[in-house]
């Protein structure tokens, strides 16, 4: 057998034989898929358990779920799919509709049935029909009700051609499995032969030759369009498990979600837009509650301040121009002195090196400031004004601890008002206790199409509103749809 070494690995051994020559060569072949799915299910699930155990509650163990629970199957029938694996495109929406699905099953047959084959030959229609009792299911012989009942007497999986063959016709596993191979390539030839051997079989079983020549060009039919149900039903649980996930735990599951997604900008906007219709809030970044990722955390209402309301926080790492190394600084820094105050307070704490100048930018852009530049009444373009200011104050305070030197305002204790929360920092206007005023230069603020265009270079989008926004009245006075309802019909807008 023809083999190589790859460079750098000393122990792996590569066998250059394609995968039906290993196969006759006698070895086993695995395909393995990696899906991102699974970072998403387990992402939700460590956002949902973190919260679970700081309420001293029972955390979620997937594998507990029940699977027939009729609130999930109700909003997939609905279509109301978003981030749900395998079930987002419009195809399958559509098909969803028509189906209906009530119990795992019909979801394990519907990631069988949806793909070329089946939807061409006519296979999904009739599933759906037999389904919803306006076709009769029929069984050609009493043995076949077992293996086909699940289907309403469609043959979707493999696992059934076989089974199929076994009950009828006396085949072993092995054996069955050969007639399925060859059932699934087509050839004449090898199906006249597999045919004789499937026939005579059913003889040695008392089975009529009619039903049995009527199974047999059953199964050829369904044998190309056959899928394999283990692999169906792997998929059907995580389609199950994501969708559960998204009908108990919406806020988590979109924040996983845009975690996964925060390098994709067009998900990251299709899923913050579905958020918002399902009235859950996203909102910007913010230097003192955003971790890394996306996260969630509670927020009082402003007309019940006793009420919390759980909410979407964009996540610094998803911020353009702010690497991961950035982030850890910055997040370093809040958790050893708490809070930041103000952008002076800011650059004066954090690692400079990590968080240059580019990145105080980006963050300024996004927004990420607007929760300590709002609290000392300064707008987003004078914080912006500030940060050559704050970055040489921030040097120069570096430089003199280095030195080993320091003001005699902090030799005596001063430079700080930590009852009034301020660090020797200043309101807007220059009011600050500290040895220096933090003063926010005057300059012209950003006009809202300003402002939007700076949130769309750093965050891939507009978080804060759109440019069309001033214009919906008149886009509704001369439109009777939109893109999204397009979309979701499968039109072309």
């Known amino acids: 057998m023809p083999c190589f070494r790859p460079a750098g690995d000393e122990d792996g051994i590569v066998t250059q034989y394609d995968k039906d020559m290993v196969e006759k060569a006698g070895l086993v072949k695995f395909d393995f898929l990696g899906l991102k799915t699974l970072t998403v299910i387990q992402t939700c699930l460590d956002i949902v358990n973190k919260e679970k155990a ?117 085949y072993s596993l092995g054996k069955a499995d050969l007639l399925r191979r060859a059932m699934g390539k087509k050839k004449a030839e090898a199906m006249a032969k597999e045919k004789e051997a499937f026939l005579g079989g059913a003889k040695d079983k008392k089975i009529d030759a009619k039903i049995a020549e009527r199974v047999f060009d059953l199964m050829e039919k369904f044998a190309g369009y056959g899928f394999n149900r283990s692999h169906s039903a792997a998929y059907g649980l995580l389609t199950y498990q994501t969708a559960y996930l998204k009908r108990y735990f919406p806020v988590e599951f979109f924040a996983a979600l845009l975690t996964c997604d925060k390098d994709d900008t067009d998900a990251v906007v299709k ?86 100048r580019k990145v105080l930018e980006a963050l300024a852009k996004a927004g990420a400031f607007d929760g300590v530049a709002q609290g000392n009444g300064v707008s987003r373009a004078r914080l912006f004004l500030a940060i050559d200011m704050a970055t040489e104050r921030a040097a120069e305070a570096q430089r003199e601890r280095e030195s080993g030197q320091t003001s005699l305002l902090a030799l005596f204790g001063g430079g700080s008002d930590k009852k009034n929360g301020t660090n020797g920092t200043s309101n807007g206007n220059g009011n600050g206790h500290g040895l220096f005023e933090d003063k926010y230069p005057e300059g012209d603020e950003w006009m809202p199409k300003e402002l939007l265009a700076y949130e769309k270079e750093s965050l891939g989008f507009y978080i804060s509103g759109h440019p069309l926004d001033r214009f919906a009245s008149e886009i509704k006075r001369f439109t009777n749809t939109t893109a999204l309802a397009c979309f979701e019909k499968g039109e072309r807008a």
Request: charged letters at 30%.
């Open 54 to 170: 700081a309420a001293s509650q029972e955390i979620l163990d997937l594998s507990l779920i029940p699977l027939d629970d009729a609130s999930v199957y109700k909003m997939i029938s609905a279509a109301d799919v978003t981030g749900v694996f395998q079930l987002e495109s419009s195809g399958f929406r559509e098909l969803l509709k028509k189906l209906k699905p009530d119990c795992f099953e019909d979801i394990v047959a519907a990631g069988a049935l949806y793909r070329p084959g089946p939807l061409e030959g006519g296979m999904v229609d009739d599933f759906i029909e037999r389904k919803h009792g306006r076709k009769r299911v029929e069984y050609d012989h009493p043995s076949l009700e077992p293996i086909l009942k699940d289907t309403y007497g469609v043959i979707v999986y493999q696992e059934q051609v076989m089974q199929i063959s076994s009950a009828l016709a006396g």
């Open 271 to 356: 899923f913050i837009s579905e958020a918002k219709s399902a009235a859950i809030s996203v909102l910007r970044p913010d230097v003192n509650e955003s971790d890394k990722d996306f996260s969630v955390i509670e927020q009082s209402e402003q007309e019940k301040q006793d009420k919390k309301n759980k909410v979407i926080r964009f996540g610094l790492g998803a911020v353009k121009g702010v690497g991961e190394g950035a982030v850890d600084v910055i997040k370093e820094a809040r958790d050893a002195g708490g809070p930041f105050l103000s952008i002076f307070d800011f650059c004066k704490r954090v690692d400079g090196r990590k968080v240059n």
